[in-house]
């Protein structure tokens, strides 16, 4: 199984602040990686598919970039409604795995 | 926009088996352009692919669990299942239902998620 490391696990930030999530894959997963948002009691919401592509809806504050082993999830300017749990995914290949999430608190 | 919804008991005794479905509405099942795929997240921890399931009724499962878990379709009634037998305690979890795209391969409509307890 291909292993999925997010760092880091738990973050607090600022509303305004830039912030950076990374995922690393054990093996090279090319650009088969997505990023969830998760918020209590929910489920997950797709926020960027194949490392960099902008799900509908989803606001240009959220990046993605990467490819092969190592990923980042970039948000621009936090907003309130950002606070949450984020996860990565790969689906290079199954079983698909994800990320142990990355807890983003309020500072 | 599809919508995905699971059904089922919330809970479940050691050693028997769990079985939820998930319905989906706002479009056909029958279609080349989606797996239908189940997750778990136990309590306060991360997720878990299951396995999932093409209209056609090709399966692919996590090895993980692949001598207990069998994944089935009825396209007729737009409707997906996911039978897990020999439960233990380990297996409780938020069980949630979400479509794949058969390209893109990533999971972009979920249902609401049910939770699922085992214990006596």
């Given at each position: 199984d291909i292993q999925m490391t997010q760092s880091p696990s738990s973050l607090s930030a600022s509303v305004g602040d830039r912030v950076t999530i990374t995922c690393r894959a054990s093996q090279s997963i090319s650009s088969f990686l997505n990023w969830y948002q998760q918020k209590p009691g929910k489920a997950p919401k797709l926020l960027i598919y194949v490392a960099s592509s902008l799900q509908s809806g989803v606001p240009s504050r959220f990046s993605g970039s990467g490819s092969g082993t190592d990923f980042t999830l970039t948000i621009s300017s936090l907003q309130p409604e950002d606070f949450a749990i984020y996860f990565c995914q790969q689906s290079d290949s199954m079983p698909y795995t994800f990320g142990q999430g990355t807890n983003l608190e309020i500072k | 926009?599809?919508?995905?919804?699971?059904?089922?008991?919330?809970?479940?005794?050691?050693?028997?088996?769990?079985?939820?479905?998930?319905?989906?509405?706002?479009?056909?099942?029958?279609?080349?352009?989606?797996?239908?795929?189940?997750?778990?997240?136990?309590?306060?921890?991360?997720?878990?692919?299951?396995?999932?399931?093409?209209?056609?009724?090709?399966?692919?499962?996590?090895?993980?669990?692949?001598?207990?878990?069998?994944?089935?379709?009825?396209?007729?009634?737009?409707?997906?299942?996911?039978?897990?037998?020999?439960?233990?305690?380990?297996?409780?979890?938020?069980?949630?239902?979400?479509?794949?795209?058969?390209?893109?391969?990533?999971?972009?409509?979920?249902?609401?998620?049910?939770?699922v307890t085992v214990s006596s």
């Amino acid at each position: 199984d291909i292993q999925m490391t997010q760092s880091p696990s738990s973050l607090s930030a600022s509303v305004g602040d830039r912030v950076t999530i990374t995922c690393r894959a054990s093996q090279s997963i090319s650009s088969f990686l997505n990023w969830y948002q998760q918020k209590p009691g929910k489920a997950p919401k797709l926020l960027i598919y194949v490392a960099s592509s902008l799900q509908s809806g989803v606001p240009s504050r959220f990046s993605g970039s990467g490819s092969g082993t190592d990923f980042t999830l970039t948000i621009s300017s936090l907003q309130p409604e950002d606070f949450a749990i984020y996860f990565c995914q790969q689906s290079d290949s199954m079983p698909y795995t994800f990320g142990q999430g990355t807890n983003l608190e309020i500072k | 926009q599809l919508q995905l919804q699971e059904s089922g008991p919330g809970l479940v005794k050691p050693s028997e088996a769990l079985s939820l479905t998930c319905t989906v509405s706002g479009g056909s099942m029958y279609t080349s352009s989606y797996y239908w795929g189940w997750i778990r997240q136990p309590p306060g921890k991360g997720l878990e692919w299951i396995g999932m399931i093409y209209y056609s009724g090709g399966t692919y499962y996590n090895p993980s669990l692949k001598s207990r878990v069998t994944i089935s379709v009825d396209t007729s009634k737009n409707q997906f299942s996911v039978k897990l037998s020999s439960v233990t305690a380990a297996d409780t979890a938020v069980y949630f239902c979400a479509s794949l795209g058969y390209d893109s391969r990533h999971f972009d409509y979920w249902g609401q998620g049910t939770l699922v307890t085992v214990s006596s």
